[in-house]
């Protein structure tokens, strides 16, 4: 007993160590030192606009960037509502912002140990994936600045969780929660949306024995109504505003725009904040041409609901379109996009920063998967790629960059963690093979030097 209070007390202490080092990077560390990293890396601020939405709503203009301007789809609606309660009740100071995210991070380090639970019992397992993922720099970038990667983290790997259960026990029940799970997630970032599609084909191929084909479409069935009851009131205000079946936000076009454009000018040598820049003017003059009434430069934010399914869906087709008369660039994009994923940052210091950041760890999650599928964890591993694959799959053909695989470090940590404890059993089992070698026991060494003498002098 008196051991079991020695390691809690020490698990507490490391803890609260954690926590501490945290709270000082962020509130002391990154506000004296942050502004001599210039333009990679911008502090206190916040984000796609997600801020100007939560201040109209705390100012009662409803769901607008701008007071003036119409009801917006631009921003799916989590997060938005997210910062506007805690403004609600704290203020609206960016302090509040730092804290919300501190404490989510911190929640889904604890998601974390559930998920290292599943393969280990080891403590200092569990602090490893913690650490990993909560000193990744991206994680603390995202944690010291206004964006959803931190919230969506946070729910990404709550669904997991409820994904491995659903998935182990082939339950209805189980893939109803899961379903609740992933509407919050969509209803933040609608990135997952269409991630029961990929379950499916998952559940058929893979795990066809435990769980039959009618069982399977049965289940995911579940999961999309649930979802879609999450979205149901976003769905039905977007239908008031437009007439039309709205279940994400309207920021496709904008996406798909800025990618092909990047992509196609990157050969101009300029830096990707340019090009990204140089992308919302370009918009810009395409808006001004359809006479549509608007603000920008970069979001072009409309007068009119309807105008921002009419622009997003205009520059949705302009995009396909290019595409089909050089199906080249197309190529070219989903290969730049896959590296943009994991690297690109604004500037090419940014981006060697992330190559030194991000390499590691995808080379750590790479060593753990073919150790995961080696010791019989075959199943968590899979789920992981599929996702991880999945998000990926999506950003590529639009647009990506460093900052959106800022979620899915939990689960390269978790992979990495994999591989460490292969290393770490690997080290013991060498120190003690080396332990045995150079201490044999005196029985042992009696009786072989007893042999060698019967041996050297065999008895007449």
Request: proline share 4%; aromatic share 12%; net charge positive.
């Amino acid at each position: 007993m008196n051991t079991a209070r020695s390691s809690a007390k020490k698990i507490m202490a490391l803890a609260g160590a954690v926590v501490l080092v945290q709270v000082v990077l962020l509130f002391a560390v990154f506000p004296r030192f942050g502004t001599h990293l210039g333009t990679d890396y911008n502090q206190d601020r916040f984000t796609d606009g997600y801020d100007s939405i939560a201040a109209n709503l705390v100012a009662g203009n409803g769901y607008r960037f701008y007071s003036d301007t119409a009801k917006t789809m631009m921003r799916e609606p989590g997060y938005p509502l997210l910062l506007a309660g805690v403004w609600l009740v704290f203020g609206s100071s960016f302090t509040v912002v730092k804290v919300l995210n501190l404490v989510l991070a911190l929640g889904t380090a604890g998601l974390i140990v559930v998920l290292v639970r599943r393969f280990t019992r080891s403590t200092w397992a569990a602090f490893a994936a913690v650490l990993l993922f909560l000193f990744h720099p991206g994680t603390l970038v995202a944690e010291d600045r206004g964006g959803v990667e931190i919230f969506f983290g946070f729910l990404i790997v709550l669904f997991f969780i409820t994904l491995c259960r659903a998935v182990e026990r082939a339950h209805f029940t189980d893939f109803l929660l899961c379903g609740l799970v992933l509407g919050l997630n969509v209803i933040v970032r609608s990135v997952l949306m269409l991630f029961p599609v990929f379950l499916l084909a998952y559940l058929i191929l893979i795990e066809r024995r435990k769980m039959p084909m009618k069982t399977a479409l049965l289940n995911v069935a579940v999961m999309i109504l649930a979802m879609l009851a999450v979205l149901s009131p976003w769905i039905l205000r977007n239908y008031r505003l437009t007439g039309r079946f709205v279940p994400t936000a309207s920021v496709l076009g904008v996406s798909a725009h800025a990618g092909h454009y990047i992509t196609s000018h990157l050969s101009e040598g300029k830096p990707w904040w340019l090009l990204d820049r140089q992308a919302g003017l370009e918009r810009d003059q395409l808006a001004s041409s359809l006479g549509l009434k608007f603000e920008g430069p970069y979001y072009q934010v409309f007068y009119r609901t309807e105008d921002e399914l009419t622009f997003s869906s205009f520059l949705v087709h302009r995009v396909t379109e290019d595409y089909r008369n050089a199906p080249g660039e197309f190529v070219e994009t989903l290969f730049g996009n896959f590296f943009n994923f994991w690297f690109a940052g604004k500037t090419p210091t940014a981006t060697y920063l992330n190559l030194a950041i991000q390499l590691p760890y995808l080379l750590l999650a790479g060593a753990g998967i073919i150790i995961g599928f080696r010791e019989h964890q075959s199943r968590l591993v899979a789920l992981i790629i599929l996702l991880i694959g999945y998000v990926v799959a999506v950003y590529i053909p639009i647009l990506a960059q460093a900052r959106y695989s800022i979620p899915l470090v939990p689960f390269l940590s978790l992979l990495g963690t994999i591989a460490l404890i292969a290393a770490h059993r690997a080290i013991i089992q060498r120190q003690a093979r080396a332990t045995a070698a150079n201490t044999l026991p005196v029985e042992a060494h009696a009786e072989t030097t007893e042999k060698e003498t019967v041996l050297l002098c065999p008895p007449r």
